[in-house]
């Protein structure tokens, strides 16, 4: 959902600001020992809420500044990028499209919605995609290779067939060794362009 909606990571910012925090303190402690640490677990669905609220804290205390999980959690559901939905419906009259998203068990549907109106429409998202998986309820999350690999059996491709879109490097890597095409989305614009020129289309501009 990353590419498809505003990243969490300018929530985190902002949050970090208002509270005298260093600048990319939540993203240090999620980089942190990144396979086994409490975000790894919750969005693999190992651990609960309230196990996820208590770890985190712990993790963020032993680097300085103790943050509660469920704060974290309410900075997570980003706002849709109308360009890139209207450029998924596009895309979708020539191609499959599938998603693969992290998420955790944790507001409302697949984003994480902290409000109804915003849990409809990004349900309403994800009724596009032909295959959806959720790291959340298949119990593995990207950068695992498997969920790639998951994803291509249910859409029955090959990953050299597929063109994968993410905005963290971290999980292109994987499919990229697998064979996937991949484009990192770094901005709406960025993301469309790219998109066009590997696709062949005449998508938005995200103007």
């Not at 969490?8 to 970090?16: G, H, K, L, N, V």
């Not at 975000?39 to 809420?49: G, V």
């Not at 849709?80 to 992290?102: D, E, F, H, W």
Request: aromatic letters at 6%.
């Amino acid at each position: 959902m990353g590419s498809l909606t505003t990243s969490p990571f300018e929530a985190f910012s902002r949050y970090e600001q208002a509270n005298s925090l260093p600048v990319d303190f939540i993203r240090s402690i999620n980089a942190t020992n990144p396979d086994t640490n409490a975000w790894a677990q919750f969005e693999s669905n190992q651990i609960s809420t309230d196990a996820f609220d208590a770890a985190f804290a712990q993790e963020s205390a032993a680097r300085g500044h103790t943050i509660q999980g469920k704060a974290v959690l309410a900075l997570l559901s980003g706002d849709i990028r109308p360009q890139m939905v209207l450029a998924l419906k596009q895309i979708k009259q020539s191609y499959a499209v599938g998603c693969i998203t992290n998420n955790v068990k944790s507001g409302k549907g697949a984003g994480m919605a902290r409000s109804e109106p915003k849990a409809q429409a990004v349900a309403e998202v994800m009724a596009l995609f032909d295959t959806v998986i959720e790291s959340s309820l298949v119990g593995i999350r990207k950068p695992n290779p498997e969920i790639y690999l998951m994803a291509c059996r249910a859409m029955s491709i090959e990953p050299a067939e597929a063109l994968f879109i993410d905005d963290l490097g971290i999980n292109l890597k994987p499919a990229k060794a697998l064979g996937m095409t991949t484009i990192k989305v770094v901005s709406e614009a960025q993301g469309l362009l790219d998109l066009s020129r590997v696709l062949d289309l005449t998508l938005p501009n995200g103007a």
